[in-house]
């Protein structure tokens, strides 16, 4: 039996081969040029990140390799690389500028490195909730900034969430701004960031994500701000006691695609990876929002100790950081401020 079938997958091969010897190999799809291109070779996308892969980032960039595999029907290839086995969100991001790696999802605070008015979504305490970043980023204002990337050589795809930032730190329990007293903590390479946390009373430090870790451990710094998904998925409660939902900045990732890379793409090519960008994005905002939600649990099941910041704390805060906001409207740009700003309040009403 086994011999027999051995015979007929032979003489199947050979008929296969020969029928695609005859005809015009290229137009065998039947339905003129394929997604795959005319010259049919295989692209391969290298894909990083610097969270790890049980993050829904990672979840995130499986659904784009899924998608892009599948609708090219595997003309483009995407490998995906986590943890900052590429490099961190900086270097990640000058790698798709030489060409040398084709996308990244970094958050937008080191963005603003390339395009200053990224910074704009580093103003503190600015989206009310997921929904009205969601519309805002998704809406005019959000695709008028991605289109700000493509002068720096890069093509900015969709929006995906890091999420609302909460502060850990291993020496005291912060409630107020008087908490923040002298702690060392690391930011994102981002200069409102840094200010901001200079003007709670903070002695912050800018820091690359994949450093942090070895940083709380060894005490280069006493605390860190994250959404509760990264805390927890990192495992960043090994060495940090303190946790607090100041939720002082709403981060969103860029999924972003080296422009030269894109440009060499056919038009069908490059519908699906902005579609597959886009809809590997919701799946990534929804997991994300699930796993902020169910994490600081089990942070104090790990035996984080909770401190909740009340209105008049948080309000404290604002009023701390206000001066900075105003500094900086013009190096962001008042017009892509004022942009923001109005694009909040519409998504409210
Ligand atoms: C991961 C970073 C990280 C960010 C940070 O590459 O640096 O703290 O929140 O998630 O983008």
Redesign the pocket.
Known sequence: MKKLFGLLSIVLLITVLAACGNGDAESSSGEGESASGDSGETKTIKAG???NSD?P?YKGLLKFKEIVEEKTDGAIKVDTYHS?QLG??RS?TEALQLGTQEVV???T??LANFVPEFSVFDIPFLFPNEQVADEVLDGEVGQELLGKLEEQNLVGLAYWE?GF?DLTNSERAVASVDDFDGLKI????NDLHLDAFKALGANPTPM???E?FTAMQQGTVDG????YA?IYLQKFYEVQDHVSNTHHIY?P?VFLMSKSFYDGLTEDQQKIVKDAAVEAGKHERKLNREANEKYLKQLQEEGMEYTEISDEARQEMVDAVAPVIEDYKSKIGEETVDKVYKAIEDAQK
Do not use: C, W, Y
């Open positions: 990140i610097g969270l993050h980032q900052g961190d969100d990640m999802v970094p958050s605070a080191p890091n930032r690391r930011t994102m390479e690359a994500f994949t942090l860190q701000e994250n959404p990264t981060s990732f």
